[in-house]
């Protein structure tokens, strides 16, 4: 008999008995945390697999559906902020639905997240301006502080630009990307190269000796700026008009202009014009190139480099100014 009880006992473990184990071990379970607890908890991992799962259905959709680079990126981000939203939503619902007054609950939440995340807080306050009023976008070229690039993310703590210039010339990439927290929107200041009014002023100094005829410099310098920046020149008109109810910019003139200033080595013809951001190098070079070749077309123009030269002003001076030579008399014996 003792046998066969046992044998009954190892039968119960092993078969049947596998199921009653688990709903003594789910009793436990709810004899510890509760019943109201563990209804929560599966609740709560029930939503967040349903989410989880739409969310990588509509990225999917995304996948298969978009091909432009921005857009596909913009619906995927927009994508992520609502699945997001939704599961903290859904798990306040779920866990914070006996709270009377809401108010007084996220007054208090607010309160301790500002104590102990003060930086996290500020980066997601940050993030919240940026979505918001939106300084800048995803593709826009910035300044920020002392890093300048074009951003290629933005995040809930951070924002993300491929950097331009530090030792490399005429704003080109670095190849670095650079984590900037969003807090900063708030402590530096914010230049952005492309949105309002998409174009910057450019200059250029050309230095012409002062034996040049720097006036058929000049001239010529106009008509060669003039020619090459006439398509930007009238695009930024446009551009301008368009901002004019956001944006309080005003020029009288969008046309290249020729600065004269004098140099110690000559005189100086700057060059001023537009250009869009991202080609300032390309459009310098263009126009460094038409100079050059003016330059060696015409004989009455020559460029200027620092040289030590050795003037006489009692032989070079103007007549009846000459300064007089020591041991001559006369302030014209020289000449």
């Not at 859904?90 to 007054?101: T, Y």
């Not at 208090?108 to 102990?116: E, H, Q, R």
């Not at 998409?198 to 040049?212: A, C, D, G, I, R």
């Not at 600065?259 to 005189?267: L, M």
Request: aromatic content about 10%; glycine content about 8%; proline content about 3%.
């Amino acid at each position: 008999m003792s046998a066969i009880r046992n044998a009954q006992v190892d039968s119960v473990a092993v078969g049947p008995g596998g199921f009653e184990g688990l709903s003594d071990m789910w009793s436990r379970i709810l004899t510890t945390v509760g019943s109201d607890m563990a209804a929560k908890l599966i609740l709560s991992l029930l939503m967040m697999g349903i989410v989880l799962g739409l969310r990588r259905a509509a990225l999917r959709i995304v996948d298969l559906r978009v091909e432009d680079r921005t857009l596909h990126y913009r619906w995927a981000k927009g994508i992520g902020y609502g699945s997001s939203a939704l599961v903290v939503l859904s798990l306040f619902q779920i866990w914070f639905k006996a709270v009377e007054s809401v108010g007084t609950f996220l007054g208090l939440v607010s309160a301790g997240l500002a104590i102990a995340l003060k930086d996290l807080v500020g980066d997601f306050a940050g993030w919240v301006f940026i979505v918001w009023r939106r300084p800048f976008e995803v593709g826009d070229r910035l300044q920020i502080g002392g890093v300048a690039g074009d951003v290629v993310d933005i995040r809930i703590f951070q924002f993300t630009v491929l950097e331009i210039g530090n030792w490399v010339s005429a704003d080109q990439s670095t190849g670095r990307l650079v984590h900037i927290p969003n807090a900063q929107v708030f402590t530096q200041s914010l230049a952005n190269y492309t949105a309002g009014f998409p174009y910057l002023w450019n200059e250029l100094e050309v230095l012409v000796t002062f034996e040049s005829d720097w006036r058929l410099a000049k001239k010529r310098l106009a008509v060669i700026a003039a020619e090459d920046t006439a398509e930007v020149s009238e695009e930024a008109g446009e551009q301008l008009r368009k901002k004019a109810s956001r944006f309080l910019i005003h020029y009288q003139n969008l046309t290249p202009t020729v600065y004269t200033a004098v140099r110690d080595s000559g005189i100086a013809l700057t060059v001023r014009y537009l250009c869009r951001p991202r080609q300032r190098r390309s459009t310098a070079e263009r126009l460094w190139e038409r100079i050059l070749d003016m330059v060696a077309e015409e004989p009455a123009v020559d460029l200027a480099y620092p040289t030590q030269r050795f003037y006489l002003h009692a032989v070079e001076g103007k007549e009846g100014l000459r300064a007089p030579i020591p041991g001559i008399t006369g302030r014209d014996s020289v000449g």
